[in-house]
């Protein structure tokens, strides 16, 4: 019995060792990000609650843009790792001339609505049915580092187009040193413009969002740059802006395959904000013990987010080069060992993350609300970990209408129904509402466990893309 389940779950040497090399330079660089958002998030957090609630707001909304851009990469991403399996550099120089159309897209659509309904978005996370805070503050802080904030899309929109393109072809180092350069940058420049140093004035929550915008330029600037420069490492760059042209049957391919993957990332993000904002009911403290729930959470999470992606890329390659038994050993043993992974960060979590709400400059009944979200997240975490790794095995082999179903359907028409209920037609402490909220994960982990092992996944999708 053990020498079966070994065969079928744990690898050998040479699998970790290869998993590692794509996955340690996102987990590294996603790792800095995170701790560098928390020390960001503390430092603001040290301005005030209304500081930290206003800057947490409008994260959860430029959250949504991101996944959106994220989502929109992600249509054409799955054609460009299976291109790049089999060996057709054209294929996917045309996945990332289609990248680039569909980020500058939403970028400008996200840039309108910021502009036009940047308060009222920012209001809908606002309510005075808690005892703690001033949402008229709140408000004011979160237009103000919106209005900065919005100067960032651009850039972000253009390198996820560049970053994701490069991951693509299982070089995973640049990106990490960009973000490794960026989130530095990122840092250094809040403690001085948050806080005022080196006889620059202190700017609260506007230094915080021009250290942001700074360094996502630098963050863009590297990676463009360095794939230009290697041309031979990134063959799909030569002619990439010499035309505007995508062959027919690219693009229907990636319509039609790509589309629901899209619409599912934006929608689940947009699913996300809603579910926020069922809490957000409960009052300014329910916002800032989120808050910090959620950057402390960011900062374990990144080993199952960064595992599961590296499925897609493993797994997507395995299938595009027409090896459907080695796709499917791999994706067995990738979901284990991302799943025991997180067993034991989870198991750390919960003994660690008592201590970091005491960091925060705020009322104890926030620190101590944190506290529980905390412990909360942590106990779901493995089966967050199972379920993110299903969902990438499900978009490896281009089922993106199968994995519309189960994330975006299932966000919408489960979840986001049974917060709004809990949050709003019942009387349970907001500790509750989160529990059972977060825990229906495990009927996600069901519809995701039946899904991976029918194998309705495995499938060729550039074979006969020319």
């Not at 996945?95 to 569909?102: A, D, G, L, P, S």
């Not at 359907?409 to 349970?428: D, G, K, M, S």
Request: hydrophobic share 50%.
């Amino acid at each position: 019995m053990w020498k079966t389940f070994k065969k079928k779950f744990i690898g050998d040497r040479s699998f970790y060792r290869y998993v590692i090399f794509l996955a340690l330079p996102m987990i590294i660089q996603n790792a800095i990000t995170s701790f560098v958002s928390f020390l960001d998030n503390i430092m603001v957090g040290q301005v005030g609650t209304e500081q930290m609630s206003g800057v947490a707001i409008v994260n959860q909304l430029m959250f949504v843009f991101n996944i959106c851009v994220f989502g929109g990469a992600s249509g054409a991403g799955i054609f460009g790792t299976q291109f790049f399996g089999k060996g057709d550099y054209e294929g996917q120089k045309y996945t990332f001339r289609f990248k680039i159309f569909i980020s500058a897209l939403i970028a400008g659509a996200a840039l309108a609505l910021f502009c036009l309904c940047g308060d009222k978005l920012i209001s809908l996370y606002l309510s005075d049915s808690g005892e703690v805070g001033d949402i008229a503050l709140a408000l004011k802080y979160g237009r103000e580092y919106l209005a900065i904030m919005t100067i960032g899309l651009i850039p972000f929109a253009l390198g996820q187009s560049y970053i994701s393109t490069i991951r693509e072809t299982g070089q995973t180092f640049v990106p990490m040193l960009a973000g490794v350069a960026a989130v530095l940058t990122n840092l250094v420049l809040d403690y001085i413009l948050i806080f005022g140093a080196f006889g620059i004035p202190a700017l609260g929550v506007r230094g915080a969002a021009i250290a942001t915008v700074i360094a996502r330029f630098i963050e863009v600037f590297i990676v463009v740059i360095w794939t230009h420069c290697h041309k031979a490492k990134n063959p799909y760059i030569v002619g990439a802006y010499a035309g505007f042209k995508i062959p027919r049957s690219v693009l229907k391919g990636i319509l039609i395959k790509g589309s629901p993957l899209m619409v599912n990332e934006m929608l689940w993000a947009c699913g996300m904000a809603v579910i926020s904002q069922c809490y957000a009911a409960r009052g300014l403290e329910v916002v800032a013990a989120q808050n910090i729930s959620s950057t402390i959470s960011n900062l374990f999470n990144i080993v199952y987010i960064q595992l599961g992606g590296c499925i897609s890329i493993v797994v997507g390659q395995l299938l595009g080069a027409g090896k459907t038994g080695e796709a499917r050993d791999a994706d067995n043993k990738m979901i284990f060992f991302s799943v025991f992974c997180c067993t034991c960060i989870s198991a750390l979590m919960i003994v660690v993350g008592r201590f970091f709400p005491s960091i925060y400059n705020t009322q104890e009944s926030i620190r101590e609300l944190a506290r529980t979200f905390i412990l909360i997240a942590a106990l779901v975490m493995p089966l967050c970990a199972y379920s993110h790794c299903a969902y990438f095995t499900l978009r490896s082999g281009g089922k993106t209408v199968v994995t519309f179903i189960f994330d975006s359907v299932y966000t919408w028409v489960l979840v986001i129904p049974f917060a709004w209920v809990l949050a709003n037609r019942t009387a349970l402490p907001v500790s509750m509402v989160f529990f059972l909220v977060q825990f229906t994960e495990i009927f996600k982990v069901a519809l995701g466990h039946f899904m991976v092992k029918s194998g309705v996944w495995i499938q060729n999708i550039v074979e006969d893309k020319q």
